[in-house]
């Protein structure tokens, strides 16, 4: 026997993605190098922090939200919005319930300006909600900036500047004490500009943001955070905002939360310390990013509804919220008409959302594979038996569907699209379309039968089969009635007496071959009388399994019977719907036998 050995022969094996040994037990089985630069890039630094606190933590509230759909999003859009899709973003963020919004960047044109006049002089904000102004740290823009708050009840002036290494060297040409001094006078002049401009009607706030905090030195972060401070004097009830954005997103989630607790330990005024979080999307895990982040000590999310904002995409608060309201968190925003949240988002940005977007999008609550769609309909029929059990409503226990992470009514969705049948659905799939539509319980034999006959219309046409081409389809298989009569026997009524020994004698009025006849026999119920009766127009038969169920509460409820049969050397099922009982067992047996002879 040889001894693996490694790609490259070398007598160490191979090391894993941390850079631990790992056995190579098929040398053929492993990657090869792609052959792209990577040469030209460096990884991530971690952060000296041994007794890090965070990975213990769990979230439990929900923490402050900004939604900066209106600037950051926005400014993203091929298409800007116009003013109307501005307003209609605006109120669809505040019915939902955000209480603080960024609606724009008004020193960048009169676009934006004009909108932050209309929502103040409409009277479109409510008294509960503060709006927040984008700025850069240049006199000029800082005094357009205060200009467009005037008469506002609630508002914040966001400054940034770019404290990054390479934005230093690259594109200022500063140092870090010039870079520090731009944050400190641009936070002077915006207090400056407050103090002239604002009226005592206006609660004024101030947020400040390290731009590309993500690549900046951590004790430089902090130096220029804790300068910032020093002008704005933060102290009870005068809060300041230090926003550290992941302006591009560029380590794994735990080391960014592990920046957040560093800055959170550090800063030396942190009990009057807003800490923002603002994750960009660039390495897809900004959702994972923001979460840690506020387990490290974070107090805020800024995002966007769907993500949406420059290159991948701001955080998603749609995302955010939803996963916490999954883990019994109140998010304190309102989800529950997702679909209206995300045509709305949709008109605003003209930007269609996936249809895989997670709790929003088209498929997220739909099952195509088999095995997926029987454990949804065991979860629905158990969900239904324990409530009963308890008392109670579905609505009032715990929610255990297996593959459905939330209850899809909770967000405004019907069961319709739960399921969905495909070439690669099974009896599940189906059989919950027919419960869930049509109140139709098949027993488990029934469904693997009627699945069999589903699934050569999908192996056959290809594509998907919708409700109503499955209920059409179970109606052409075994339902025949007046508009649908087909089979050899139709029947038109029944008539059973009981002798005093228990036998029970059945008189059955029907089309038998289109001619109009008597069926009479005896047997020890409805059924077996029914039987006897067969025989004398040829057709044996005989009861295997039967079962039934009320389709509905209340004295006009229909009931449902499900007959399986051996006829003829067949084994068929039937069904017959009829608010008496025993003639819905009579229609069963019609069922299987008229499709025994089809």
């Known amino acids: 026997m040889t001894t693996p050995v490694n790609p490259a022969g070398a007598a160490n094996p191979a090391e894993n993605a941390v850079g631990r040994p790992t056995p190579v037990t098929n040398a053929t089985q492993l990657q090869k190098p792609s052959g792209m630069p990577v040469h030209k890039y460096r990884g991530y630094e971690a952060v000296d922090i041994a007794d890090r606190t965070w990975p213990d933590n769990r979230i439990t509230v929900a923490p402050r939200w900004l939604s900066t759909d209106l600037r950051d999003g926005n400014q993203a859009l091929i298409d800007p919005m116009s003013p109307a899709r501005k307003r209609e973003m605006f109120d669809l963020l505040v019915r939902m ?104 009607e206006t609660i004024f706030g101030y947020q400040y943001s390290p731009e590309i905090f993500t690549d900046t030195e951590l004790d430089f972060a902090l130096e220029v955070c804790e300068a910032v401070c020093d002008v704005w004097q933060p102290e009870e009830g005068r809060e300041i905002i230090l926003n550290l954005p992941a302006t591009v997103e560029r380590s794994t989630p735990s080391t960014h939360a592990d920046r957040f607790e560093w800055m959170s330990r550090n800063l030396s005024r942190r009990e009057f310390v807003c800490l923002s979080v603002h994750p960009h999307n660039d390495r897809g895990t900004a959702v994972a990013a923001a979460e840690l982040a506020i387990m490290a000590g974070a107090d805020r999310i800024e995002g966007c509804l769907f993500g949406q904002g420059e290159r991948t995409g701001n955080v998603d608060l749609v995302t955010l919220g939803m996963n916490l309201f999954s883990q019994g968190v109140d998010p304190q925003i309102d989800f529950s008409q997702i679909d209206e949240i995300r045509r709305t988002s949709e008109y605003c940005n003209q930007m269609e959302i996936h249809p895989r977007h997670p709790y929003a999008g088209d498929l997220v609550y739909t099952a195509f594979s088999g095995s997926h769609q029987d454990a949804i309909k065991k979860g629905f029929d158990a969900m239904e038996k324990d409530a009963a059990a308890q008392g109670k409503t579905v609505d009032e226990i715990e929610w255990a569907v297996p593959y459905l992470p939330i209850d899809p009514k909770d967000v405004g969705r019907s069961y319709e699209a739960v399921i969905r049948v495909n070439s690669q659905s099974g009896k599940g799939g189906i059989a919950y379309v027919l419960k869930n539509d049509h109140k139709l319980d098949l027993p488990r034999r029934m469904q693997i039968e009627f699945s069999r006959i589903i699934q050569a219309k999908t192996d056959a046409e290809g594509g998907e089969v919708t409700p109503t081409q499955i209920w059409s389809t179970f109606q052409d298989e075994y339902l025949p009635n007046a508009e649908n009569a087909w089979g050899r026997i139709q029947l038109r009524s029944g008539q059973t007496t009981t002798d005093t020994d228990g036998t029970d004698t059945l008189t059955v009025e029907a089309t038998v071959d289109g ?84």
């Open 515 to 598: 001619a109009d006849t008597v069926l009479t026999g005896s047997g020890n119920g409805p059924i077996s009388a029914f039987f006897e009766a067969l025989q004398a127009i040829g057709i044996d038969a005989r009861l295997l399994d039967y079962t039934e169920h009320t389709m509905s509460e209340g004295a006009s409820a229909q009931a449902a019977s499900y007959i399986e049969c051996a006829i003829d050397g067949k084994v068929l099922w039937g069904i017959g719907i009829d608010a008496n009982t025993t003639r819905a067992s009579l229609k069963a047996v019609v069922s299987a036998v008229n499709r025994a002879s089809r």
């Open 97 to 200: 319930g955000y209480k603080e919004i960024e609606v724009g960047f008004p020193s960048s044109g009169e676009t934006d300006f004009a909108f932050v006049r209309s929502i103040i002089e409409e009277g479109a904000i409510p008294e509960d909600v503060t709006i927040s102004v984008l700025t850069q740290a240049r006199e000029e823009l800082i005094e357009r900036t205060v200009e467009s708050l005037v008469g506002a009840r609630r508002a914040t002036v966001h400054l940034y500047n770019a404290t990054a290494p390479t934005f230093r060297r690259v594109v200022f040409r500063g140092s870090k004490e010039q870079v520090k001094q731009i944050a400190v006078d641009g936070t002077r002049l915006v207090m400056e500009y407050a103090e002239k401009i604002l009226g005592p």
